[in-house]
């Protein structure tokens, strides 16, 4: 892969983050998703299919008005640059093109929540530097990170000095090193500040055949955000809401009974013929759940 000079890494990644008017791309209507005090928001990996802007509107479009940023709508395509291309654009990115996209979420009236950066092993220390930098451009207090049990360690002294919660992912593939069972998060939370939180994905948790329900009750002073898809129990597929065996309902039930300012983010991942119409179906089961 040729060397990038850092003006051509800057037109790869972010979206295409100025590309439309600001004018030209939102409704009128502000979009709320928030029900029965319960906020219900969606991860943008969601939207995944499209660019940043079209992405943005199609929150709007749906109605949901809370989102938790995927990196991958912010940073070079994994398929136009090699890794050390990579840490190089997240070292010299300016900043201000994060401002210009949380203006845009602004615009759009959907509260910008969380930035989701996946922090791994092979960061360099200036690379995690950089990305709390980034996050604190988006003028977000919290980061989500499919990251490693090992990095944690490292991602805690930034967390602390940036005052940035960190909300571990887990996924549903029980390995070492990675976040999957109550045993990993607690891990997470031995040894490191308040700081490191967790972001509890409950359709894989369910997935990998825990109580998410059970877990949620014990643990929900440290969980900044949850995921919220449908799976079946062991390692069984996505599926449309209500057609597998994670506990959405009751999930939402313990958020709305507790008035626990949790964020429940929507994360579609099966297979569906239209993203914005599957996004809709999935707002549309929780806002029922919730009796809204």
């Keep these: 892969m040729p060397n990038l000079t850092r003006r051509e890494l800057g037109k790869l990644a972010l979206g295409a983050a100025a590309a439309l008017p600001l004018r030209n791309i939102f409704a009128a209507d502000k979009p709320n998703s928030k029900f029965n005090g319960v906020q219900i928001g969606v991860q943008s990996y969601s939207f995944r299919d ?27 395509p994994r398929n136009q640059v090699n890794r050390e291309q990579l840490r190089q654009w997240r070292l010299s990115v300016s900043l201000d093109e994060f401002r210009k996209i949380r203006a845009k979420f602004d615009q759009a009236g959907i509260i910008l929540y969380a930035y989701n950066l996946s922090f791994r092993d092979d960061f360099s220390d200036e690379e995690i530097g950089r990305g709390f930098e980034m996050a604190k451009a988006l003028g977000v207090n919290i980061i989500t990170a499919s990251s490693t049990v090992s990095a944690t360690k490292r991602i805690d002294p930034f967390a602390k000095k940036y005052k940035i919660r960190v909300g571990m992912h887990n996924h549903s593939n029980i390995r070492p090193n990675e976040y ?31 109580d ?25 597929p996505n ?15 313990l958020l709305k009974q507790n008035k626990w300012k949790i964020p429940a983010n929507i994360e579609y991942e099966y297979r569906g013929a239209d993203t914005i119409a599957e996004v809709k179906k999935c707002l549309d089961y929780c806002k029922r759940a919730l009796g809204a």
């Design 50 to 76: 499209r660019s940043l802007d079209e992405a943005i509107k199609g929150m709007v479009e749906v109605g949901i008005n809370c989102c938790e940023l995927w990196q991958g709508h912010v940073e070079p």
């Design 239 to 253: 599926v449309e809401f209500g057609q597998g065996d994670t506990p959405i309902k009751e999930v939402l039930a």
């Design 180 to 210: 999957a069972t109550p045993d990993d998060f607690a891990a997470a939370m031995k040894g490191n500040s308040e700081y490191i939180c967790i972001n509890l994905d409950i359709g894989h948790f369910t997935a990998a055949n825990f």
């Design 212 to 236: 998410a329900v059970d877990f949620l009750k014990k643990n929900h002073e440290r969980i900044v955000t949850l995921h919220i898809k449908d799976r079946k129990k062991d390692q069984g």
